[in-house]
């Protein structure tokens, strides 16, 4: 596997509560996203980042914000938790040369939303 | 923006029989399609794509075709294998300045049985 590590990899939290869920590589590759992954929805993007301080919304991007200060983390932000985001989350990674377009995924974080 | 529709929804073959997995997506301005493995409770894969000036790629047991003009693509497993089961996902997308967004399919749940 790609040097991907997320953490934490489980987190219980309460609604109202703020969380920050952090993704990090080793690979040195230039984009970044973030996924959340629900049953009959396949995988949805929240935000990306292609480059430091660089990032932009994806498809499910409401509720959640992103920060990227160097170029192996990319954070994820709840600012307010809601039983909608139990989800699991997965972070991807691609490069910026000709196997740009080949994302590969951390193991992802299981967060449930009480 | 794009969308992609996966089907069947679940698949049930015979060890050493094929199953072939369709997509079909709305943008015709993608030009990326992969195609990911996941096993329960693990990452998603990436197990082959195909780009949109190749009509047909084959990886071992593994191939897919793309249909431009009809804007589907599809996944085909030959001689299935009882660790072939897990869930498949394809996905569809056109390559920007700011990297590769990714539009999934909702996935296809593949049972190899002995």
């Known amino acids: 596997d790609a040097g991907i590590t997320q953490s934490p990899r489980h987190k219980v939290t309460e609604t109202g509560t703020p969380v920050t869920l952090r993704c990090h590589q080793t690979e040195n590759h230039r984009y970044m996203y973030w996924y959340r992954q629900d049953p009959g929805h396949g995988l949805r993007l929240i935000h990306y980042?292609?480059?430091?301080?660089?990032?932009d919304k994806g498809e499910v991007s409401d509720g959640y914000s992103v920060s990227r200060s160097k170029t192996e983390d990319f954070l994820l932000t709840l600012e307010s938790a809601t039983s909608s985001q139990t989800s699991v989350y997965f972070c991807?990674?691609?490069?910026?040369?000709?196997?740009?377009?080949?994302?590969?995924f951390g193991p992802g974080t299981r967060l449930t939303v009480l | 923006g794009e969308n992609v529709e996966q089907h069947p929804s679940t698949l049930s073959v015979q060890e050493g029989d094929s199953a072939v997995i369709k997509c079909t997506y709305s943008?015709?301005?993608?030009?990326?399609f992969p195609w990911y493995k996941q096993e329960l409770g693990k990452r998603p894969q990436l197990i082959i794509d195909?780009?949109?000036?190749?009509g047909e790629k084959k990886d071992q047991r593994i191939a897919v075709t793309l249909n431009k003009t009809a804007k589907h693509f599809s996944l085909h497993i030959t001689e299935t294998q009882p660790e072939d089961s897990a869930v498949y996902f394809c996905?569809?997308?056109?390559?920007?300045?700011?990297?590769?967004?990714?539009?999934f399919g909702t996935g296809t749940q593949l049972k190899v049985e002995l």
């Open positions: 943008d015709s301005a993608s030009n990326y």
């Open positions: 996905a569809a997308s056109g390559l920007t300045g700011g990297g590769n967004k990714l539009t």
């Open positions: 195909i780009r949109s000036n190749v």
């Open positions: 980042s292609y480059g430091v301080k660089d990032t």
């Open positions: 991807a990674i691609s490069g910026d040369r000709g196997d740009r377009n080949e994302q590969f």
